[in-house]
């Protein structure tokens, strides 16, 4: 049972300045699942409501919610997944076929997608904009109880697999969020040693 959701705040609300050790523990423990160990069950239509709320609250200069959603579930997922089937047949090559079980084993998969606006904000915040709605996406799946893992793939960037999709021109895929309940615990996997990704500029 996953606790409710506070309202969506009023404009103008004040808001908390808290700390919240729940979230740090959160932070450092959470770890994406195996799209291929994700099974039912998947959020359902209320939490996966709450989801894209939570998804959709990311820094965005000019405030353009320059990004959209596509929900893949059910008889719509496999649709687009035996569609995709079809091209990797059309392009004889036997792998890209076998990439599609990520898609087609996890219960439900969200599309982010990078819909840059006309606008003096520069497209390239626009599109990290796209990919903090990705990392929210995912977090907050992962924080609802749910195993979750943001993949792209190769349909991500083939040209009729983003017509399939119905992305219009301009738009690109951020990322497809897999969401579902791992059959398995995710286990830790490498992690860059900070220190040395961290200078301090000399002055
Ligand atoms: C933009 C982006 C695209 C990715 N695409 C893939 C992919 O196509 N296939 C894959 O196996 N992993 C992909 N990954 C990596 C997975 O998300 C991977 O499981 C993740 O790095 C796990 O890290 P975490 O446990 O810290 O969440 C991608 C990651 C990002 C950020």
């Not at 959709?56 to 569609?83: N, S």
Request: aromatic share 8%; hydrophobic share 50%; proline share 10%.
């Amino acid at each position: 049972m996953t606790p409710s959701l506070p309202p969506a705040p009023a404009f103008g609300a004040a808001l908390p300045v808290a700390s919240s050790p729940e979230v740090l523990k959160f932070l450092a423990l959470r770890r994406s699942a195996s799209a291929v160990t994700l099974t039912e069950p998947a959020p359902d239509a209320g939490q996966l409501h709450d989801l894209l709320r939570l998804a959709a609250r990311v820094p965005d200069h000019g405030k353009l919610a320059p990004w959209r959603f596509i929900v893949l579930e059910g008889a719509g997922k496999a649709a687009f997944a035996a569609r995709l089937e079809g091209l990797s047949q059309d392009r004889g090559d036997p792998t890209l076929a076998a990439k599609l079980a990520k898609l087609k084993i996890p219960p439900l998969a969200v599309v982010v997608v990078s819909s840059p606006k006309p606008a003096s904000i520069p497209e390239w915040e626009q599109l990290l904009s796209a990919g903090v709605v990705c990392t929210n996406l995912l977090y907050a799946a992962q924080a609802m109880g749910f195993g979750a893992n943001w993949i792209t793939d190769w349909y991500s960037y083939d040209a009729d697999a983003v017509a399939i999709l119905g992305l219009q021109a301009g738009e690109r895929v951020a990322g497809f969020v897999l969401i579902g309940t791992p059959r398995e615990p995710p286990l830790e996997r490498e992690r860059p040693a900070v220190a040395g990704l961290v200078t301090y500029w000399p002055g």
